[in-house]
């Protein structure tokens, strides 16, 4: 970027604080550098470029111009303060006490600088010092004074008062960017994330680099599984601090959430480039290596983990959850020891360690020790989980209230026409990532992940609803344009997740299964699969996954084995209300009669047969699923009827699954060595 030959000095600097203004923090500093190739003495450029390095987190340049602007002015109060907020940003607070006193004496208005002197007093231990800064800025800036009462109550978790202070200072100064985003952090940990948003958005407009606005809501949109936009804000996060490690950490995990696999395994290395300890990081990569097929590496990586917090126990789960590695004796010593430092450990990992080691006993093939663990390992998780089988019920009941059969027949063929998405429906652990691998085999089809959206999407109907009428009820009142539009919703959302130019592609949320009905109104032409298990093996398999998120109904025997019951029910009312509507692939079945499941999944499908759908073992693909190991080797039949290793210990979820167990008997008799 040119200087214009017609720019005085002065006109100068104002168009680099322009662009700082503007947002364009990057383009200031290669502006302020390309003016100073120019007119090396400029004490004001100097001093601003120096300030434009801080807001990038260049430290180690910022401090050189800081400095050598106070060498050219050192009567100069700016780059005093600047210098000594960088300097307590880097936690060298000490070094940073004089050149803020000496900011201070030159600039008796300079509340920024009180401020932050008061922090480093503060770091350093003089508290009265400290206090006596704090209110010198506080007098200068009244506001600051109750912003940092506000964010005291923020983080000692009052944050009914830390809303209400918030709210008070912006009524008496609406542009208070900070209090913006601190009064959204703190309706974000109550759910209220509507007004939040908003709140955010509109501290980004007033204040275009405001590098921790983006960061928020680019949390914000993440919980909320919008990925591109989440993206978008954690690129901008990191377009304004450079060297700042959380948006980098933060955008490789919203990659892998994406689907973006090899996106996220640079984005995590580059976070290991600036913090090379960054156990998170480490996690990360290992997950995304995994992702990949990469297992050797992926084990490198959780190792490292480990080596970097031992008493992390999801390291430990990780390893163990390649379903195709085995934990060391010395794993599980080391397991054991950290479970015995309770007062150090976390609730979960503890959780994680016990999950572990279960799995470790269970592969040595010592499966009442490895029971006990897991009994554990699920008492403790149910503990930090909110499920409600009642509710679930209950829910079940109105989806089948409103979504009946002459309802149902007057809507069909509305939707949007679509025919890209293949639905594979059940519960987790029932085979659907090996549906999953065995289509997206087939060039025509495309893998995606566990989307989800059609969740989303019906629960957006809830939006703006006064009259307290939610989904599904709210079906009732849509329109065919209504429904077109959804369906049209759903795709847009999904699309982040292609990768490819096929045709078709897979979305293998388990927990969908209940709004098939919805899904056949909005997308009339999709394909649905309902992969089942015999009911023991799915519900124990469940059990024995600790699942990283979501699925909060398997840690409790009685739990699982209800919702089993409740999938039955749901699952025979589409097949009554919607007939041939839904696939229905036995796990048993696939497994050993493999070429005819194989060619009867790929008619449904309406996909010609191609040989590499039965080589699915071959195919080298993403796979985010906790399978992903077991579907990258040929078909194999010893995870039927493994439940009967654990038959001691299932005596109440037999008694659970009684009303079902009937429908499956023609499987009963099929052995793990077929």
């Known amino acids: 970027m040119g200087i214009s030959p017609q720019l005085s000095p002065r006109a100068a600097f104002n168009h680099a ?269 290992g997950h995304t290596l995994k992702t990949v097929g990469r297992q050797e590496e992926a084990v490198q990586a959780y190792r490292e983990c480990i080596r970097i917090r031992p008493d992390n126990g999801e390291s430990y789960w990780s390893l163990a959850n390649l379903k195709t590695y085995q934990l060391a004796q010395d794993d599980i010593r080391e397991m054991q020891a950290a479970l015995e430092r309770t007062d150090q450990l976390a609730e979960q990992s503890a959780v994680n360690f016990l999950f572990a080691l279960a799995k470790a006993h269970e592969d040595q093939g010592d499966f009442d020790a490895a029971w006990g663990y897991y009994a554990r390992g699920n008492a403790k998780q149910r503990q930090l989980e909110y499920y409600d089988p009642v509710q679930t019920e209950v829910t079940n009941d109105e989806i089948m209230e409103v979504f009946d059969q002459p309802f149902l027949e007057r809507n069909t063929g509305l939707g949007h026409a679509d025919e890209a998405p293949i639905f594979v429906v059940g519960l987790p652990r029932s085979g659907s990532t090996l549906i999953e691998q065995i289509l997206a085999s087939h060039s025509w089809v495309e893998g995606t992940s566990e989307l989800a959206y059609l969740g989303r999407v019906a629960t957006s109907l809830n939006r703006n609803r006064a009259d307290g009428v939610n989904y599904p009820h709210a079906v009732r009142e849509l329109r065919p344009q209504h429904l077109k539009a959804l369906g049209q919703d759903y795709l847009r959302q999904a699309q982040l997740h292609r990768q490819t130019d096929r045709p078709h592609f897979i979305d293998k949320m388990p927990n969908n299964f209940p709004s098939i009905g919805f899904l056949h109104l909005i997308l009339p032409n999709a394909k649905i699969i309902d992969v089942r298990r015999y009911p023991l093996d799915s519900t124990l398999s469940c059990y024995r996954q600790l699942f990283a998120k979501g699925q909060t109904f398997v840690y409790d025997l009685t739990d699982i084995g209800e919702y089993f019951v409740e999938y039955q029910r749901m699952m025979d009312y589409w097949h009554r209300v919607l007939p041939d509507r839904v696939l229905t692939v036995q796990y048993e079945d696939l497994v050993t009669d493999f070429d005819n499941q194989v060619r009867r999944l790929l008619d449904y499908c309406g996909l010609p047969w191609q040989d590499a759908c039965v080589n699915f073992h071959e195919t080298d693909r993403p796979v985010r699923t906790a399978s992903s190991e077991q579907v990258r080797q040929p078909i194999y039949a010893k995870s039927i009827h493994f439940w009967r290793n654990y038959a001691a210990h299932l005596g109440d979820l037999i008694d659970v699954l009684a009303p079902v167990l009937p429908k499956y008997a023609q499987y009963e008799g099929i052995n793990q060595t077929h």
């Open 17 to 285: 604080i322009d662009l700082v203004h503007a947002g364009r923090v990057s383009a200031a500093a290669t502006y302020c550098r390309d003016f100073l190739r120019r007119t090396p003495g400029d004490v004001n450029m100097t001093a601003l470029l120096g300030a434009v390095l801080l807001k990038l987190r260049q430290f180690k340049d910022a401090e050189r111009h800081l400095r050598r602007a106070i060498e050219l002015a050192p009567s100069f109060a700016k780059p005093h303060e600047d210098l000594g907020y960088l300097l307590v940003e880097q936690g060298r607070a000490e070094e940073a006490v004089e050149g803020l006193k000496t900011a201070t004496r030159l600039d008796p208005q300079a509340e920024m600088a009180f401020f932050t002197l008061g922090r480093a007093l503060s770091m350093t231990g003089m508290g009265a010092e400290a206090d006596a800064a704090f209110e010198a800025a506080f007098a200068l800036n009244p506001s600051r004074k109750r912003l940092a009462l506000a964010a005291e109550h923020h983080k000692a978790g009052r944050h009914e008062e830390a809303a209400r202070l918030y709210r008070h200072l912006l009524r008496e100064t609406p542009n208070d960017v900070d209090a913006m985003r601190l009064l959204a952090g703190v309706l974000m940990r109550k759910s209220e994330v509507e007004e939040a948003e908003v709140l955010l958005r509109k501290a980004i407009a007033l204040a275009p680099d405001y590098a921790l606005a983006f960061l928020d809501l680019g949390q914000l949109l993440q919980e909320q599984f919008r990925y591109a936009e989440a993206i978008d804000c954690f690129q901008r996060t990191i377009e304004l601090q450079p060297a700042a490690v959380k948006p980098r950490f933060l955008l490789a995990s919203t990659l892998a959430s994406a689907g973006h696999t090899f996106d996220a395994l640079a984005s995590y290395r580059r976070v290991l480039q600036l913090q090379p300890r960054h156990a998170g990081a480490w996690l990360g990569l």
